[in-house]
């Protein structure tokens, strides 16, 4: 069987490092599944590691895509025969700007038919991210303050919609009122805008005085060692990205707050869930999306693979628009 799959055998900009290359592939092995691919979302996660920000840990050459749904079409040795012509999430195995993935049958998530294409493609990065955050770091309870950067963002949303979920009170926060008028109705308790609000005086007018029990940054650098300073005493902050490429200042966070601090990694997670711990985190997040207590925004665009380079060009020059390019 032939595959079509996108690689990249340097580091550098996306949009002139990847190419489109076919192959042959084959069959399952034990315990294997065999996915062809309906879609795939191209994300921050997905571009990074081609830029060569983790090239100490990434071989060459290398398969894009962390996430994405497809069709089983056969099964390996000591995998359910059921399972063949079945939609599934193929994760943890190959990269998924492929035509065909081999993954794991044990990793592979099954997909009710009530849960779309779309939505099913788009639900690891994001939503585990917010989850695990929500319920295995934070272990906030209702009514608790957690105040998150970079709000207007697909996490950001996400965040919205499981903290009104577990009745969290979530204080957005912005960069403008763009997004301001969705994020309440997902959930959100309230939205400061940085722009025209200075955050910690507006933060804690919104507190009485106490500060927020804790805080998600996704920015780094000056706002999010800001926002860490948003923080009581007895609380947590939880750093997950860097949106603006610079580091926190961890000197200054130290001295301005005897918060908790600490680094999220999903891949850290990954290597310590269990099989069963992973299959249920995915049944949690499949629940809330039937329930439409979740909900992923549809594709802004979409690009056959043959297009890699045009879709990625078009993904990371989003400039605030909902919706991710999918690559179909």
Not at 31 to 50: F, K, Q, T
Not at 287 to 309: H, V, Y
Request: proline letters at 6%; a neutral charge; aromatic letters at 6%.
């Amino acid at each position: 069987m032939e595959n079509q799959y996108i690689t990249f055998r340097e580091f550098g900009s996306p949009g002139d490092v990847l190419k489109i290359e076919q192959r042959s592939i084959s069959g399952p092995q034990q315990g294997e599944v065999l996915v062809r691919m309906i879609a795939r979302p191209i994300n921050p996660s997905d571009l990074i590691p081609i830029r060569g920000a983790y090239s100490h840990r990434i071989p060459l050459p290398g398969i894009p895509g962390y996430e994405g749904v497809g069709i089983v079409e056969a099964v390996g040795e000591d995998v359910d025969q059921e399972l063949i012509g079945k939609r599934v999430l193929p994760l943890r195995g190959e990269g998924t700007w492929q035509q065909y993935v081999k993954s794991p049958a044990s990793w592979a998530v099954p997909l009710p038919d009530s849960v779309a294409d779309d939505t099913a493609a788009q639900l690891y990065i994001n939503p585990v991210t917010a989850w695990l955050i929500c319920r295995e770091i934070l272990h906030l309870q209702p009514d608790d303050v957690l105040i998150v950067n970079a709000s207007g963002s697909s996490l950001g949303r996400i965040f919205a919609q499981l903290c009104k979920h577990f009745g969290i009170r979530l204080i957005a926060v912005t960069r403008n009122d763009r997004h301001a008028k969705e994020l309440l109705q997902l959930g959100a308790a309230s939205v400061i805008n940085t722009r025209d609000t200075a955050l910690l005086p507006a933060l804690m007018e919104l507190t009485g005085g106490l500060g927020a029990n804790a805080a998600v940054d996704m920015v780094g650098g000056e706002p999010g060692t800001e926002l860490a300073c948003c923080v009581r005493a007895t609380g947590i902050f939880v750093t997950l990205g860097l949106l603006s490429g610079v580091p926190l200042d961890w000197a200054e966070i130290k001295r301005k707050t005897n918060a908790r601090a600490t680094m999220f990694h999903l891949r850290h997670w990954n290597e310590t869930v269990s099989v069963q711990g992973w299959q249920d985190t995915f049944r949690e997040l499949i629940s809330l999306t039937q329930a439409k207590k979740l909900l992923l925004p549809p594709p802004r665009l979409r690009f056959e693979l043959s297009k890699i380079s045009e879709a990625v060009r078009a993904a990371e020059s989003n400039e605030g628009n909902q919706g991710k390019c999918f690559l179909i």
